[in-house]
């Protein structure tokens, strides 16, 4: 589950991690007011407004202003808010902004060089170890550090056993090229982040940039957080950091009814039981010249009603234009999912207007292939991979 950077530095500063303050704001009152307040308890005559969704990129496609005054916080935030804002991060069409953060200026006016870095928290996943990876190259997305000038991007990997280790904190505030107070303040700031990454279950923090200022306070004023979502059952208090418009709305209908659904980009709706088979049957799409529109796994009970809402929840994407049923029959017998995917399509009547190819194997399949081809439903069976394969290219064409 990704959240709001408004949301990321609440978690963040209950952990210690200095952030860069901020109110929300949904229209331009409350934004002016958010201001004022800031003002009160930040002294900051300068502020920022920040647009809210999840994506990264904001300053870039204008989702990021400057404010130097209430006036311009009040025109800035009814530029911002309801605005379609459109990122390398967004799709094409850009994503619709409900909510913006008024933040304090935390960059000194006058400063001439403020020293941006980039810090990030993760999971690697081929050593099974989380891991900080950090640059003096903040402040610029780290996809261009990582192609221009790797060698500054550094990484520091955490034994679970021991933890982070102080002497690998003071390691990242030295390649930081930090020192005097801000290096203590920088060592901190690590510790307290890795300390909030690993308490909320976190897969991936990103600070991008962190500043430190010229006098010596190290501020996050971005933050970026992936929670786990096999972990949200122990964290009762994130369940209110859900954002559903943000989310894909097939997939939540389809976690509302305990099936397994990620949306694609491609074309051919898949309905297949178990996860290794769905990513089989991926590669097998590719590999004949198709493209994936989801990845569902119906798992273990196939029946006409798992089915049928399987075949909803594939359909109400636009893009697909055919689909493909590949079920393995072991317990649950080919013929049992032969009839439940006839009656599935019975009860549908004309909703489906798409060609449906199934390949069922296992325990009984023969018979599966008879009751299908004796439908005479717009339903085409076969039993082997590669044929099920042959005939969605088929109708593709
Ligand atoms: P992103 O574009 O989505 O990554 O959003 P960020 O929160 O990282 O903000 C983008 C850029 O806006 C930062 O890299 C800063 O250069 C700038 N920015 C953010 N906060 C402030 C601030 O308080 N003062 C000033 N002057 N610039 C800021
Ligand atoms: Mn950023």
């Known amino acids: 589950m990704n959240v709001h950077e408004y949301q990321a530095k609440e978690i963040l500063a209950e952990s210690g991690v200095t952030v860069q303050r901020g109110i929300t704001a949904s229209n331009t009152d409350q934004a002016v007011k958010a201001a004022i307040k800031l003002t ?20 870039k496609g204008g989702g990021i202003k400057l404010a130097k005054s209430l006036d311009e916080v009040k025109s800035i935030s009814d530029n911002i808010i309801g605005m379609n804002l459109v990122t390398p991060q967004t799709p094409p069409e850009g994503k619709k902004v409900n909510l913006v953060l008024i933040a304090e200026d935390v960059y000194y006016p ?40 790797p060698h500054l991007i550094y990484t520091e990997e955490i034994d679970p056993n021991y933890g982070l280790l102080p002497f690998q904190a003071r390691n990242i505030s030295f390649n930081l090229g930090i020192s005097g107070i801000a290096f203590k303040e920088m060592t901190k700031f690590i510790t307290c982040l890795y300390n909030s990454y690993l308490k909320s279950d976190a897969t991936l923090f990103e600070i991008n940039p962190v500043l430190k200022t010229s006098d010596s306070k190290i501020i996050a004023v971005d933050a970026k957080m992936t929670l786990d979502d096999n972990a949200l059952f122990r964290h009762k208090e994130y369940e ?43 590669d097998l799409i590719k590999q004949s010249g198709g493209s994936p ?49 006839i009656e599935a399509y019975k009860n549908m009547g004309d909703e489906i207007k798409v ?23 717009n339903v085409i069976a076969a039993i082997a991979f590669d044929e099920a394969a042959e005939k969605v290219q088929k109708v593709l064409l």
């Open 40 to 59: 009160e308890d930040t002294g900051t005559k300068i502020h920022v407004v920040k647009a809210q969704v999840h994506a990264g990129g904001r300053g």
């Open 110 to 149: 006058g400063e001439s060089d403020p020293e941006e870095f980039y810090v990030s928290v993760l999971l690697n996943r081929s050593t099974g170890r989380n891991m900080i990876m950090y640059s003096p190259e903040g402040g610029m997305d780290i996809e261009t550090v990582a192609e221009k000038t």
């Open 240 to 282: 209110s950091l859900r954002d559903l418009s943000e989310e894909n709305p097939i997939e939540i209908e389809a976690k509302e009814v305990g099936l397994n659904y990620v949306d694609l980009d491609g074309n051919v709706g898949c309905m297949v039981n178990g996860a290794g088979l769905a990513m089989a049957t991926m």
């Open 293 to 341: 529109a989801n990845f569902l796994d119906v798992g273990g009970t196939a029946d006409a009603e798992r089915v049928e809402t399987g075949f909803r929840l594939i359909l109400r994407d636009p893009a697909v234009e055919a689909i493909l049923v590949n079920i393995f029959g072991g317990i649950v017998r080919c013929d049992r999912v032969a009839n439940g995917i």
């Open 355 to 377: 060609p449906i190819i199934v390949r069922l194997q296992g325990t009984n399949s023969g018979l599966a292939k008879d009751l299908i081809e004796k439908s005479k439903l």
